[in-house]
């Protein structure tokens, strides 16, 4: 005898779970098949890859050093506010990925460090400070 003496497997949640099982293993096949033919288009996805590639040179230069640098001045008080080296980080990290994804770019560390050591080195190093950070590459 079982110990729950009222418990009874239902069978639609038992029917329900087995769908949902099923479901999860057919998409993971066709996850598998997809990454076969990606493979196997790889001409095609290099060609793309050289497009992509001129691509994200222009977009570097959608962020001016100065509005990276006027964004990091508008902030700095509230980092600094946070209180602790890893919420501020945190804050930093956030509010940086979405400055750049309203800017329709994808930052890189390397270039906001040239950017900031050229037009503002002073907030930049009270930006970093705030963060607990060497330099923008470590976000």
């Not at 990454?35 to 230069?61: F, I, N, R, V």
């Not at 100065?66 to 700095?76: D, I, M, R, V």
């Not at 770019?105 to 950017?115: A, F, L, R």
Request: hydrophobic share 45%.
């Amino acid at each position: 005898m079982s110990p729950y003496p009222d418990f009874r497997p239902r069978r639609p949640v038992l029917i329900g779970v087995a769908a949902a099982a099923l479901l999860l293993c057919s998409l993971a096949a066709c996850g598998s098949t997809d990454a076969g033919s990606s493979a196997a288009s790889a001409p095609t996805g290099g060609a793309a890859t050289a497009t992509a590639g001129a691509d994200p040179a222009a977009p570097e230069k959608a962020v001016s050093a100065a509005e990276l640098c006027g964004f990091l001045e508008k902030n700095l008080a509230e980092w600094q506010s946070i209180g602790s080296a890893v919420g501020a980080m945190a804050r930093l990290t956030t509010d940086l990925a979405g400055f750049y994804e309203d800017h329709g770019v994808t930052p890189v560390g390397s270039d906001m460090d040239e950017q900031t050591l050229a037009e503002c080195p002073k907030t930049r190093e009270k930006v970093l400070k705030a963060g607990g950070l060497a330099s923008f590459q470590a976000l």
